[in-house]
């Protein structure tokens, strides 16, 4: 294995990965949306624990990011090998502990206006840091994925002036991740 003097980024949001990542975003979102009208369906009078589907949508969320970082560490495992380079260089240490701390700030700031009862507002405060995030990580040859910074502002902004618009959002976003990853082979 090649020590890497120039130490390059190995995690790429690229083909099969970002098609994952969009899969894993579509489904959240459906199993969130299903989930909430169940709630509301079945619990005509207020006897179910509102603390159960918080857990319930914490879990859901919990995996669609722990699957989405293990599909970019796998991706950047197998680039690394191919090209016979180490996988956790300088660099790519720097940008997981990045991300780490990113997202772990995102769950921190989500829960802080769940706290204050801003419910409607959870949607469109992680759409505003995902498109942040995306803008912060992106490359000049990769930028298609400003498009989807961009779709995760404006609907940031969407779903601020209308909060029911939460879950198009959300399965455009995963559409937007699979069109990016099938255009970006």
């Known amino acids: 294995m090649k020590t890497d003097n120039t130490s390059q ?46 857990i319930a949508i914490t879990t859901i969320t919990f995996f669609t990011v722990l699957f989405s970082f293990f599909a970019l560490f796998f991706k950047g495992k197998r680039n690394a090998k191919q090209q016979q380079l180490q996988l956790w260089n300088k660099k790519s240490v720097a940008t997981f502990w990045i991300i780490l701390i990113s997202f772990l700030s995102i769950y921190g700031i989500l829960f802080f206006v769940y706290t204050q009862n801003l419910e409607d507002f959870i949607t469109p405060t992680f759409l505003l840091f995902y498109g942040l ?53």
């Open 9 to 54: 980024l190995n995690f790429s949001l690229v083909g099969f990965t970002s098609i994952q990542i969009g899969i894993y975003i579509l489904l959240a979102a459906f199993a969130i949306e299903t989930l909430l009208l169940d709630f509301l369906d079945a619990d005509t009078l207020g006897l179910s624990s509102e603390i159960n589907l918080v």
């Open 133 to 185: 995030l995306l803008f912060a990580f992106h490359k000049k040859e990769r930028k298609n994925l400003l498009i989807i910074s961009g779709i995760c502002l404006l609907f940031s902004i969407i779903c601020f002036t209308i909060p029911t618009y939460w879950y198009s959002s959300l399965v455009i976003l995963g559409v937007a991740h699979i069109t990016y990853g099938v255009v970006n082979r």
